[in-house]
């Protein structure tokens, strides 16, 4: 007869649980809608359900921009001084610098400088990217910046921003802030020449990157929702003591208000920007 333990006792399975990857699925930051990693390849991280606009990352969103994103050239940009003022919080500057390297690989700096095809229209494009240092507007950030704008004064090319960040370096101190007037300097050469100077903001477009470059293209252009502005909401409700519209510095409320010109979805983005592009270079 069968002992009353063995009756009651669970069965133990000797199979090991294999668990889904986090990369497997993600929760959309917006309307908590869980995607399919899948999925959001093939809608260039596009939420299907509320059609929130995740960050790309540089590869992604050149893949989605441009004719062929095998085919670009990449623009040299001189490396300036590394960790000039010797900085240091909880962890020294170039310390930091060296880690994102390494997990990023392929970059040096929050950005890519590159020569490509949009819709048929050769065109410099300098691409930020949030996901190293928070897209952090340092030397080397303006240094590109000034670099993209002398090379297509150069070669009479237009030029397209793509910016995503959350303003200037803390590290570089007043260097950073330096980038702003810089950067805004250099832009005016392509104004003289007649060359367009498109910028496409993207979430997050704060800080100083807000108060300089990032606004002064002929023509700005945004992704649904994005978040644009110089100071935080938060830190602006704190200092006006005022509660802020529904929507307050989201790429719909700029555009409603006469700050931007045109909100476009990533799907459109390659075929709308070169429609502009060619208006603006006299082209068919």
Sequence with gaps: MMSWLKLVRPKISTKQKHEVPDSVWQKCPSCGQMLFHRDL???HQVCDNCNHHLRLGIAERFAVLFDNADTLTNIAVKAPAEDPLK?????KYIDRLKATRKKKQDQEDAFKLVKGE????ETVVMAMDFSFMGGSMGTYVGEAIVTGAEYAAEH?????LISQSGGARMQEGI???MQMARTTAALQELKEKALPYIVLLTDPTTGGVTASFAML???LVSEPGALIGFAGPRVIEQTIRETLPEGFQTAEYLLEHGMLDLILERKNQRQELGRILKNLMNRS
Excluded: C, T, W
Aim: proline letters at 4%; glycine letters at 8%.
């Design 118 to 121: 949009i819709d048929g229209v």
């Design 175 to 177: 260097l950073s802030l």
């Design 41 to 43: 390849i093939e809608s």
């Design 87 to 91: 900085f240091k919080d909880s962890k």
């Design 217 to 219: 293209g002929d023509v």
């Design 156 to 160: 009479n090319l237009p030029y397209l």
